[in-house]
């Protein structure tokens, strides 16, 4: 386990000064396919190499500008079989303003900002760090949800510390226990984190297991990791198979929340699957990427893949 058990304090509480948590990372070897499955938690003192990397947003405070900012999405066409009959000429060329528009474009509610991260649809990956670098949520809260982590690790925004506890309480009305595992973490955590990451295994490899400071989406307040209430499998590709994870697969959409970073998607999210990574984006959203059989937030709001940094 790379956190602290849970403390037992429930009820929301404003942010403390506790020290931070620690994540850490373990991999999977993956048979027949040589793909590595990268957990997302940090350990403390060892390091395991890591192959290269888952109707309430209705205008809320603190979800950003109402204008849409999603870019058109960035496909590349099938390749033509040797069969196939030549396109004439005059439709080869499509111009940009004819470019599909992303799916986001139809979504139900008011849109958001992209960029601003106190909105719940900013974009945070390895092409996308946060502006300004150092941002901190303006509104962090200890939600009243049972804990495996302590300190700032134990913070969400006041909108997703709500949805948070929605949810957990519905998941343990059917029986099944969630944990929070790891929240909130601040812009010098993660430079701390990650530059264990490279003192032990160079940039190339910190870039591979760990986010750079700053492209994290557990600075926003937005995003955070759920544990099973067994404590087992924690931050493991063996997590999928916990109670906790089958469940918010299948709810989670119901309470604003999506798995990050999918199953075999790393190549567009730039990690791979971590079935305990939730982020939220409201209601109506997660509710239409599900409906949509939609996996990642890049193909979502058609943004380019970032498997890597630029």
Not at 34 to 50: D, E, I, M, Y
Not at 182 to 194: I, K, L, N, V
Request: with cysteine; glycine share 8%.
């Amino acid at each position: 386990m790379c956190y602290d058990n849970a403390d037992g304090a429930f009820g929301r509480q404003p942010a403390s000064p506790d020290s931070p948590s620690r994540r850490a990372f373990s991999r999977l070897l993956l048979a027949g396919t040589g793909l590595a499955a990268l957990s997302a938690c940090t350990p403390a003192q060892s390091f395991t190499p890591s192959g290269t990397p888952g109707p309430t947003p209705d205008p809320t405070p603190g979800m950003g500008s109402a204008t849409p900012t999603a870019a058109a999405a960035a496909s590349s066409p099938p390749a033509s079989s040797p069969s196939a009959t030549p396109a004439p000429a005059a439709a080869a060329a499509v111009p940009p303003s004819a470019a599909a528009p992303p799916p986001s474009a139809a979504a139900p509610g008011p849109q958001h900002s992209l960029t601003d991260p106190t909105s719940a649809w900013v974009i945070v990956n390895k092409h996308r760090p946060l502006a300004p670098a150092t941002f901190v949520p303006p509104d962090l809260v200890r939600p009243a949800v049972r804990l495996a982590t302590s300190g700032e690790a134990a913070l969400l925004n006041s909108t997703t510390a709500a949805a948070a506890e929605k949810m957990f309480a519905a998941a343990a009305a059917e029986g099944v226990i969630i944990t929070l595992a790891s929240g909130y973490r601040s812009f010098a955590t993660q430079t701390a984190t990650y530059g264990s990451w490279v003192r032990a295994q160079g940039q190339a490899g910190a870039d591979t297991a760990s986010a750079r400071p700053g492209y994290s989406e557990h600075q926003t307040g937005w995003a955070f990791d759920i544990g099973d209430g067994s404590g087992a499998d924690a931050f493991t590709p063996q997590f999928k198979d916990r109670p906790a994870a089958i469940w918010a697969k299948a709810n989670a959409h119901r309470f604003g929340f999506v798995v990050r970073y999918p199953w075999m998607l790393h190549e567009i999210t730039g990690y791979f699957y971590e079935p305990w990574h939730l982020r939220y984006i409201g209601t109506a959203a997660a509710t239409d990427m599900s409906a949509r059989g939609i996996g990642t937030l890049e193909q979502y709001f058609g943004l380019e893949p970032a498997p890597a940094y630029l």
